[in-house]
């Protein structure tokens, strides 16, 4: 999980922790290719979780 803490002067949630990037999934698409298309759309980073295994 990758967390960023909200900008001081932003009007709403100021400097409170929050997700970096999130959504649901698209029809057809597992929660594996959510992530990665997530991650893409708001960090721009690349991401492979194929070799990822949760535990």
Same mark, same amino acid.
């Given at each position: 999980?990758?967390?960023?803490?909200?900008?001081?002067?932003? $009007?709403?949630? #100021?400097?409170?922790?929050?997700?970096?990037?999130?959504?649901s999934a !698209?029809? $057809?698409?597992? #929660?594996?290719?959510?992530a990665?298309?997530?991650?893409?759309?708001? !960090?721009?980073?690349?991401? #492979?979780?194929?070799?990822?295994?949760?535990?």
């Amino acid at each position: 999980m990758l967390i960023q803490q909200r900008f001081k002067k932003r $009007k709403t949630w #100021s400097g409170l922790w929050d997700m970096s990037a999130g959504d649901s999934a !698209l029809m $057809k698409e597992t #929660s594996y290719m959510a992530a990665e298309r997530e991650v893409y759309e708001e !960090l721009g980073i690349q991401l #492979s979780l194929k070799d990822i295994r949760l535990f």
